[in-house]
């Protein structure tokens, strides 16, 4: 039960969610999401009970977890083991419960989904299914729960390397996820003179990409005298091995800027939105070939080569960028912005306007900007 850090928590609304739903369609005055602790039981959601704890002792979810499958008692004061019960003879007289039991992630019960009546009933059989196919919802939703606290728990350790500060450079970036946690990873590394960073986005939301980021950023930062290019396909070759049969990849650019000369070397996987917005407003797209990481096939990228001059503006931004932009002139939009604000207040443009759009997607942006 601690392992799935639930207990004392406030009100979810996912597992309200399936409360409600359960009560609608049982047509029941009471419904419980009950975790059962050491001499108590934790009412995680609850309708028409007014309490979220109770004793376990006498409790009938204590019964119900013992069951391997739901249990349903159509009529409790014609039972003669549950005609005392308090439950039963004092508030709220219970006369019908069903429950089935909710198990942890490793097969041990936890606790019930139960509906509870004041007067006597029965459940049909597909009633009985239906009452489970709940209970596995509330289940699955209790075992997310625990996988986006990890993952966010993960994100938080590793993905927070501020923005570099050096005379003659502005660095500035800025990430809004769609959901609970951010699939997008961004990245900045400094060496002297060096500065090498990273943007991702894996493909889905929640904790499965989130996690898959924060481990691409490790293997990225691993043996840092490697060229771009060489960190590049180590990660490919390993998340190919990882999470190559799950379907998913990763599109990202890894890159590397001298501070002394403004040499930038870009690798893009799959990615393609880098753009150099030039001292004269000109906008480069910069053009490179190879495919997202984690497809497999491993095939080989070039690196792109560039210079960064006085007064010119580097910019990578994940794809939910575009989701918030003028649709009518994009790329106006940008230059607008970098125009108008520093890079931190440009950066900052954007997740504003991911959140004030409600933008779909995660949304992460970097730039880099030659002040002399």
Same mark, same amino acid.
């Given at each position: ?6 207990? +004392? ?38 309708? /028409? ?45 219970? %006369?019908?419960?069903? /429950? ?10 936890? /606790? ?15 009633? %009985? ?49 769609? /959901? ?6 961004? +990245? ?80 893009d996987a799959g990615h393609s939105l880098s753009f150099v917005l030039r001292s004269d407003d000109t906008w480069e797209p910069v053009r490179s070939t190879g495919l997202p990481l984690g497809t497999g096939f491993l095939e080989p990228r070039a690196p792109v080569d560039l210079r960064l001059n006085p007064g010119d503006v580097f910019l990578v931004c994940s794809d939910g960028l575009l989701d918030v932009l003028d649709e009518d002139d994009p790329f106006g939009h940008v230059l607008r912005t970098l125009r108008d604000r520093e890079p931190t207040g440009a950066a900052l443009e954007a997740v504003r306007l ?6 779909? +997607? ?11």
């Amino acid at each position: 039960m601690e392992a799935l850090g639930v207990l +004392d928590t406030p009100p979810d609304e996912r597992v309200d969610r399936v409360a409600r739903l359960a009560q609608e369609m049982f047509d029941v005055p009471m419904v419980s999401v009950t975790l059962l602790d050491n001499d108590r039981q934790f009412r995680m959601s609850e309708i /028409g009970l007014g309490s979220r704890e109770a004793p376990r002792r006498d409790a009938f979810c204590d019964l119900a977890i013992r069951e391997p499958d739901t249990m349903v008692v159509e009529d409790a004061t014609a039972v003669p083991s549950l005609a005392a019960n308090p439950f039963v003879a004092g508030d709220p007289h219970l %006369r019908f419960y069903a /429950g089935h039991p909710l198990k942890a992630p490793g097969g041990e019960p936890v /606790g019930t989904l139960c509906i509870l009546d004041t007067r006597p009933r029965s459940l049909d059989a597909r009633q %009985r299914e239906l009452l489970r196919e709940l209970a596995l919802w509330v289940q699955s939703e209790l075992t997310h729960t625990r996988e986006r606290e990890g993952a966010a728990s993960i994100q938080r350790a590793v993905l927070s390397a501020p923005a570099p500060k050096a005379t003659g450079w502005s660095f500035a970036s800025a990430a809004r996820p769609a /959901g609970a946690l951010l699939g997008d990873m961004h +990245d900045w590394h400094t060496r002297g003179e060096t500065v090498r960073f990273t943007l991702a986005d894996v493909m889905g939301k929640g904790a499965g990409p989130a996690m898959i980021a924060a481990g691409l950023r490790g293997s990225l930062r691993t043996a840092p005298d490697r060229s771009v290019l060489e960190a590049v396909e180590e990660a490919d070759e390993l998340l190919s091995e990882v999470i190559g049969e799950t379907h998913t990849f990763v599109t990202a650019v890894h890159a590397q800027l001298s501070m002394a000369t403004g040499d930038l070397t870009i690798v893009d996987a799959g990615h393609s939105l880098s753009f150099v917005l030039r001292s004269d407003d000109t906008w480069e797209p910069v053009r490179s070939t190879g495919l997202p990481l984690g497809t497999g096939f491993l095939e080989p990228r070039a690196p792109v080569d560039l210079r960064l001059n006085p007064g010119d503006v580097f910019l990578v931004c994940s794809d939910g960028l575009l989701d918030v932009l003028d649709e009518d002139d994009p790329f106006g939009h940008v230059l607008r912005t970098l125009r108008d604000r520093e890079p931190t207040g440009a950066a900052l443009e954007a997740v504003r306007l991911a959140r004030d759009r409600d933008a779909p +997607d995660d949304v992460t942006v970097m730039i880099i900007r030659t002040d002399a």
